[in-house]
């Protein structure tokens, strides 16, 4: 059974940083590119970030460079993004999501999500 767990969401002020993490099972998750993906209620999906199988190659959407950091640690099945100097907009639901293929249009296997807030 795949299944990827999110977890270290919250309330944070503006200018704080959170480390969200997201544990994989059931798949071979070293072959996987994985990906942050946030949401606002009533929005579209943002993609934020993703990175391949060995953590060798990495994306950033505009808004996520310089201010956070995706990673992976094959050996214990986790993807991690850390979220530096917070703002406001980035409040949101963040999912992690894999895709065996970069190409691919679809994501093969979702999280159930991690609520996101910044506000003072």
């Known amino acids: 059974q795949v299944q990827l767990v999110e977890s270290g969401g919250g309330l944070v002020q503006p200018g704080g940083s959170l480390r969200l993490s997201c544990v994989a099972s059931?798949?071979?998750?070293?072959?996987?590119?994985m990906h942050w993906v946030r949401q606002v209620p009533g929005k579209e999906l943002e993609w934020v970030s993703d990175?391949?199988?060995?953590?060798?190659?990495?994306h950033y959407a505009d808004s996520a460079k310089g201010r956070f950091t995706i990673s992976r640690d094959n050996t214990k099945n986790t993807l991690y993004l850390q979220m530096n100097n917070l703002k406001s907009e980035d409040t949101a639901v963040y999912y992690c999501?894999?895709?065996?293929?970069?190409?691919?249009?679809?994501?093969?296997?979702w999280g159930q999500g991690t609520t996101v807030t910044v506000s003072s």
């Open positions: 999501a894999s895709k065996r293929y970069y190409v691919n249009k679809n994501y093969d296997h």
């Open positions: 059931g798949f071979e998750f070293q072959i996987y590119w």
């Open positions: 990175i391949n199988g060995d953590g060798k190659v990495i």
